[in-house]
């Protein structure tokens, strides 16, 4: 049986893709610092297992990727995690930056090298990173999510080139407007720092996705569990929005 490491899999968009991915009878290594929102029913699950580590520590990277790479039979990776701080470029903080990249672009780099390895030995694999829409269309009051998104957009790319001839496959989903834990931090930062009530912020916000209403973190899943399966074999180097209409030009 094929295993898939799913990186911030505790919560939201990212327990959405392990259930996916458990449905489609993957085994599943989830990485996150707690157990989150993970039901007993998936703890029982014998094709499920929780490694703890925090992400934006490299020490806890460094000991997770010997880990990662000594565990047999890994067809791929989800790179995911928690969006950085909210916030204007003049207000952003080097720590904020280096957090963000830690989390999210070094955590994807180092990991994905431990495994890089095993999946060319094996003949091939998939590599899918949770980004953001805001990597094409940044949005204001997110500048370190927005820098870091259109980083991993890059990184995304030039790995895509470097390992298809392996049959990897590197991929990204931008999901837009998701209801999760994450979305009410946007909306709680957000709608302060623009002095409106978190009601109107987020009418202003459905008003401007064509579906009319927030996406549900399975339709990431659902995205996500498809680029890892085997079916998405001739699919590379691309980053598919998941946003009910929002981005105007993907
Ligand atoms: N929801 C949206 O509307 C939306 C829209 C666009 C983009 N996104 C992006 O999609 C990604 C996932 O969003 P989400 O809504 O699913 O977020 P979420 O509900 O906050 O879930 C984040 C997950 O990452 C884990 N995590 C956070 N920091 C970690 C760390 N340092 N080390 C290990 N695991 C960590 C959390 O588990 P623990 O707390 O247990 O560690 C949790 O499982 C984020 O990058 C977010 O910005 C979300």
Redesign the pocket.
């Known amino acids: 049986m094929k295993s898939v490491v799913v990186?911030?899999?505790?919560?939201?968009?990212?327990?959405a893709t392990v259930k996916n991915l458990l449905a489609k009878e993957f085994k599943v290594i989830c990485?996150?610092?707690?157990k989150?929102s993970i039901s007993e029913d998936i703890f029982a699950n014998e094709n499920f297992s929780l490694i703890l580590?925090?992400?934006?520590n490299a020490e806890q990277r460094a000991t997770l990727a010997l880990d990662l790479a000594n565990i047999e039979n890994i067809w791929g990776i989800v790179n995911?995690?928690?969006?950085p701080a909210t916030g204007p470029v003049e207000s952003a903080s080097r720590a904020e930056y280096l957090k963000a990249l830690d989390?999210h672009l070094f955590a994807s780099d180092e990991l994905v090298k431990a495994i890089l390895p095993q999946l060319k030995r094996n003949g091939g694999g998939r590599i899918v990173s949770?980004i953001?829409?805001t990597a094409r269309i940044p949005l204001e009051n997110m500048s370190v999510?927005n820098t870091l998104r259109g980083a991993m957009l890059n990184w995304t790319k030039t790995l895509s080139k470097e390992v298809a001839r392996f049959n990897i496959t590197v991929n990204n989903v931008l999901?837009?407007?998701?209801d999760?834990?994450?979305?009410l931090e946007?909306i709680d930062g957000v709608s302060a720092k623009q002095g409106i009530s978190k009601d109107d912020y987020s009418n202003k916000i459905i008003s401007q996705i064509p579906m009319g209403r927030f996406g549900r973190?399975e339709e990431i899943g659902a995205v996500a569990g498809f680029l890892i399966s085997e079916e998405a074999s001739f699919v590379n180097g691309v980053s598919i929005p998941v946003d009910g209409g929002w981005t105007p030009c993907p």
Not at 7 to 15: D, E, N, V
């Open positions: 990186c911030g899999g505790s919560k939201g968009l990212g327990l990485i996150s610092r707690s989150g580590c925090d992400l934006s995911n995690a928690s969006g989390t949770i953001s829409v999510s999901p837009g407007y998701t999760t834990e994450r979305l946007v973190p």
